[in-house]
Nanobody, 125 residues
Framework: QVQLVESGGGSVQAGGSLRLSCAAS????????MGWFRQAPGKEREFVAA????????YCADSVKGRFTISRDNAKNTVYLRMNRLKPEDTAVYYC??????????????????WGQGTQVTVSS
């Protein structure tokens, strides 16, 4: 069983920045493919960014490309999402997810095995 705990959400004005963290349990974090997803009110959950087990490969959705950066620290069992130049449309609950034993970058929800509880990000105009 893998437990994921997100932190770092909050309220910020448009143009501001936040860094989300996701701490994972387990001794084999370095073998997890990790991803971030978000769900805005009244909308379905959508892919935001993903990173390979080694951190060498990353992929971001077009809507956040150039503004958000995903990274990981395997020594700390933690994955991060740095969010710059935030927009009101980035307002959502952000979830991290883990795919156990996956080397590559995954963008589909069904490919992930474990999910965190989510952290709220609110961007005001």
């Amino acid at each position: 069983q893998v437990q994921l705990v997100e932190s770092g959400g909050g309220s910020v004005q448009a143009g501001g920045s936040l860094r989300l963290s996701c701490a994972a349990s387990g001794r084999t974090f370095s073998t997890y493919g990790m991803g971030w997803f978000r769900q805005a009110p009244g909308k379905e959950r959508e892919f935001v960014a993903a990173i390979s087990w080694s951190g060498d490969s990353t992929y971001c959705a077009d809507s956040v490309k150039g503004r958000f950066t995903i990274s990981r620290d395997n020594a700390k069992n933690t994955v991060y999402l740095r969010m710059n130049r935030l927009k009101p449309e980035d307002t959502a609950v952000y979830y991290c997810a883990a795919a156990v034993g996956v080397i590559g970058v995954l963008i589909l929800e069904l490919d992930y095995d474990y999910w965190g509880q989510g952290t709220q990000v609110t961007v005001s105009s």
